[in-house]
């Protein structure tokens, strides 16, 4: 499958980094926009166990890393949120984002950038890493050899296109 | 003829809250009470109550040569026991937390006796005995000097310095060691290193923006002070980095 090279990317930058209920709230207004191709969330890491000094290995219990729920698909966040980087079909879907974000975001500020994020090829590199069978969608948003694959955020809607990756 | 020091150069609010922090004539203002027992269970080296481990004799018992020096430099009271070196460290965020880590050292260096401060961008470690740490721990957390969202004890895993804050203001932590409470209150939930605590620390309400502007001791163009506002400061760092590039380490004015 070959991913179109002239898809509009966006990233969505908050002035604060988002915990999972906002997130959570922000991605159920994002993601039934007809026309997302790719989404992918850029954040801090929430380790499960502590990393490093004399409590290594130890359980970090947190409540910044959990599973929350998106248009009824459980995503395991394990990130604070501080980007959402989405492909989509063309600008207008940008525009309603835009929209979406200005009622959103009241307590402080955003912005929407526009350009290119993600991949849309993979490089040489890329093919000598993981060959000429790894999945085009994801090369360049998260290591294909990861065992635990992108979530799919299906919305049971006739209006789109079937599916969106997180 | 008396000599009166003057810490740093600037004009800015910023450089005046940096001279007044190094400056050990000056009494920081109290913003918050902390026990001694919170202080022990936040640094995490001891348990509540149980005596300080040593690592000599006290000074006292032991045989002291005839040293000139010795006499000068009087021990401080955890090198007068032989208390054992500790350490706290720090993790300042850069949007206005009242103090930042090289400011912390200079500071430190002007106010205590007997430390061995480590500084890095984004935190500062200082180490020193036991006994000793524990009453620095108190100035630094009880005065100006700390705010309970934008500075932090961090043992280990320390990034957060030059993150965007979370949601509720709160310097990013990713072992979330400090949670901001429902009535405003900041309370520690594990140690520095983070380890869970038997009972949460109460370190007080985060302190407001306005506050924070003025009593911040960095500079930042979008949320603070720019620091080209103040040309004192720049003309100085100007010298200095001319001086070092000129001439390496040993600076001669012609």
């Not at chain 2, 205590?112 to 000793?132: K, M, N």
């Not at chain 2, 949670?179 to 900041?186: S, T």
Request: aromatic share 6%; hydrophobic share 35%.
């Amino acid at each position: 499958m070959d991913t179109a090279t002239d898809h509009p990317q966006c990233r969505i930058v908050p002035m604060r980094m988002l915990g999972p209920d906002t997130t959570k709230r922000l991605l159920e207004q994002i993601v039934v926009v007809p026309g997302i191709h790719r989404m992918l969330l850029n954040g801090q890491n929430i380790p499960l166990l502590v990393p490093y000094g004399p409590a290594r290995g130890t359980e970090n219990k947190t409540n910044l890393r959990k599973t929350i729920e998106v248009a009824g698909n459980a995503v395991d966040l394990h990130v604070q949120v501080g980007s959402i980087t989405l492909e989509v079909e063309n600008r207008k879907v940008i525009d309603t984002f835009r929209k979406i974000c200005d009622a959103f975001f009241v307590d402080f500020p955003y912005h929407i950038q526009e350009g290119k994020f993600m991949k849309t090829h993979p490089t040489l590199v890329d093919y000598a890493r993981y060959g000429p069978g790894a999945d085009r969608n994801l090369i360049g948003l998260v290591d294909p050899k990861r065992k635990d694959k992108p979530t799919l955020i299906s919305i049971s809607n006739e209006r789109v296109c079937g599916g969106y990756e997180i | 003829m008396t000599r009166t020091p003057q810490y740093g150069p600037g004009t800015s609010v910023v450089a005046m809250n940096r001279r007044k922090q190094m400056d050990p004539n000056h009494t920081l203002t109290k913003m918050r009470n902390i026990t001694d027992e919170d202080i022990v269970l936040l640094l995490g080296h001891r348990a509540p109550g149980a005596s300080f481990k040593t690592m000599h004799p006290p000074l006292a018992e032991q045989q002291e040569p005839d040293c000139p020096m010795r006499q000068l430099v009087k021990p401080t009271e955890g090198a007068k026991h032989g208390d054992r070196v500790r350490y706290v460290q720090f993790a300042d965020s850069m949007f206005n937390a009242p103090c930042q880590p090289y400011q912390r050292t200079y500071a430190e260096m002007y106010r205590f006796r007997g430390i061995d401060p480590g500084t890095l961008s984004g935190r500062q470690i200082v180490e020193c005995r036991e006994r000793d740490l524990e009453q620095y721990c108190r100035l630094l957390i009880e005065t100006e000097m700390f705010d309970p969202a934008l500075v932090s004890l961090r043992g280990a895993t320390v990034h957060g310095h030059s993150l965007r804050l979370s949601e509720d203001g709160m310097q990013f932590d990713a072992l979330q060691r400090c949670v901001l409470g429902g009535d405003g209150m900041v309370r520690y939930v594990k140690d520095q290193i983070g380890l869970p605590l038997n009972r949460p620390v109460e370190v007080g309400k985060p302190l407001d923006s306005k506050w924070l502007k003025e009593h911040s001791t960095i500079f930042h163009s979008l949320v603070g002070t720019p620091l080209r506002d103040d040309r004192e400061y720049v003309e100085y760092l100007q010298r200095i980095h001319m001086l070092r590039t000129r001439y390496g380490f040993m600076p001669k004015e012609a």
